[in-house]
């Protein structure tokens, strides 16, 4: 079974950027699609960008669009999140999920194995 390894998470101030990396640990990630997801307190964890294997298709939700971008680097086996132009409303804990193939689907039930998750905090 693959475990993921989130790292890059930490307290910025608005405005600022974070990069989140995603690395498989004990077998590789294999050909699959990867997303972020992230969850506010008290929230629902929500779809934030996703990639395909060959990384030509991607996804990204409404309100991150021109300030994250997701990517993936398969001979490292490790999916990173650029995150730019940080907002308050950013502030959340982002989990990497492995998708259960390679083409790129938006519904939370596609992601079968997940990471242990990074706290990102954005202050005003």
């Known amino acids: 079974q693959v475990q993921l390894v989130e790292s890059g998470g930490g307290s910025v101030q608005a405005g600022g950027s974070l990069i989140l990396s995603c690395a498989g640990s004990?077998?590789?990630?294999?050909?699959?699609?990867m997303g972020w997801f992230r969850q506010p307190p008290g929230k629902e964890r929500d779809l934030v960008a996703a990639?395909?294997?060959?990384?030509?298709?991607?996804y990204y939700t409404d309100s991150v669009k021109g300030r994250f971008t997701i990517s993936r680097d398969n001979a490292k086996d490790t999916v990173y999140l650029q995150m730019s132009s940080l907002k308050p409303e950013d502030t959340a804990v982002y989990y990497c999920?492995?998708?259960?193939?390679?083409?790129?689907?938006?519904?939370?039930?596609?992601?079968?194995?997940w990471g242990q998750g990074t706290q990102v905090t954005v202050s005003s």
């Open positions: 990639i395909s294997w060959t990384s030509i298709n991607t």
């Open positions: 999920a492995q998708g259960r193939g390679p083409g790129l689907q938006i519904g939370i039930d596609y992601y079968n194995y």
């Open positions: 004990g077998r590789r990630l294999g050909a699959v699609a």
